[in-house]
C-alpha cells in the first residue's frame, strides 16, 4: 500500500489557535477526517484575512479548493486545542498551494500534516482567473 509522505516546507510563520468541540467528534470519540477539512478551512480563513484577503475576495476573485492532501499522526480527543500553522508555497499564476501542520497547543506533538491546492475563480465570469505578482508576494 503507497502511503502519503507530505514534505512541509519551512519556516511557517502564519498560526493560529482552535478549541475542539464536541461535535467535532465521531463515534470512535476523536475528531472525525472530515472534520481535519474543517479545521483547515477555518484556519485558511484565518491565513487569508492576515494577509489582507478573504476566500471570495483575493483582489477580487474567489478561490476554488482543487484538492486536499491529508496525512494523519496523532487522534485529537476532547478537550483540546490545536495550533495550526499555515504557509502559501509553489505560487505561480495558475494557482497555489497552502501547507498546514496541525499541534496539540499545549505540547506541540504532531497531530497532521495537509496540503490543499487553490485555483482563482470569477464567480460572476464562471472562469479562472491568473494569479498577479502582487498576490503572490502578499501571500509569501
Known amino acids: 500500500m503507497h502511503r502519503l509522505k507530505l514534505i512541509l516546507p519551512e519556516p511557517f510563520e502564519f498560526n493560529c489557535t482552535i478549541p475542539i468541540r464536541i461535535t467535532d467528534l465521531n463515534y470512535g470519540a476523536h475528531v472525525g477526517n472530515h472534520n481535519f477539512l474543517a479545521l483547515l478551512h477555518e ?5 487569508f484575512k492576515s494577509k489582507g484577503f478573504s476566500e471570495n475576495n ?22 483540546n486545542s490545536v495550533k495550526i500553522w499555515v504557509k502559501a508555497a509553489n505560487l505561480n499564476a495558475l494557482g497555489f498551494d497552502l501547507f498546514y501542520k496541525i499541534e496539540f497547543e499545549d505540547c506541540n506533538t504532531l497531530c497532521c500534516k495537509a496540503k490543499t491546492s487553490i485555483i482563482l475563480f470569477d464567480y460572476k465570469e464562471r472562469k479562472k ?10 501571500l509569501r
Not at 484556519?43 to 491565513?47: N, Y
Not at 483575493?58 to 478537550?79: C, H, Q, R, S, T
Request: proline share 3%; aromatic share 8%; net charge negative.
Open 129 to 138: 482567473v491568473r494569479l498577479l505578482e502582487g498576490i503572490i508576494q502578499k
Open 58 to 79: 483575493i483582489d477580487g476573485a474567489g478561490i476554488i479548493l482543487v484538492d486536499a492532501e491529508i496525512e494523519f499522526k496523532n487522534e485529537i480527543l476532547y478537550p
Open 43 to 47: 484556519a485558511r480563513v484565518l491565513f
